[in-house]
């Protein structure tokens, strides 16, 4: 496959360049995490340090991910504590609710609707290694 900037022929899809990289991080993961044994919080440390400075590039190509639902639960676990209390606290709590549950619908209608296609063009993304160009082709 062909850059379409620079003709080079060193490309690769992106999803290719992104488990290339992230299987070094765990590679260096199980290594560090072995070698330490109880000492898991420094083996983590490490760990993520050189995780980042090995997959720069599979940083860059790594896949659109789907929106997470933590911050709709947190409001929504707020907003029923504050249910029990009184006048403008209550008050609050039902807004924090359905703030909860509007966030949490929108991220749904993104993961079920949206984030398919993203992930879909990204299957089909190339990275040109020479000029570091980005392109869609699909296979
Ligand atoms: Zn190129």
Redesign the pocket.
């Known amino acids: 496959m062909q850059?379409p900037?620079?003709n080079?022929e060193n490309?690769q899809r992106l999803e290719v360049v992104f488990h290339g990289g992230t299987q070094e991080i765990n590679t260096t993961g199980t290594t560090v995490g072995g070698a330490h044994g109880g000492a898991f919080g420094i083996g983590g440390a490490v760990t993520k340090t050189k995780g980042q400075s090995q997959s720069i590039l599979a940083q860059k190509s790594a896949p659109p991910s789907k929106k997470s639902f933590k911050a709709a639960v947190i409001l929504f676990v707020i907003g029923i504590l504050m249910l029990g209390g009184q006048g403008a606290t209550a008050f609050l709590g039902f807004l924090l609710i359905a703030a909860g549950a509007y966030l949490g619908y929108k991220n749904f209608q993104f993961n079920s609707k949206e984030w398919p296609s993203l992930y879909q063009q990204w299957l089909d993304s190339w990275l040109?290694h020479?000029?570091g160009?980005t392109y869609h082709h699909a296979v």
């Open positions: 850059c900037k620079c080079s490309t040109c020479k000029c160009t």
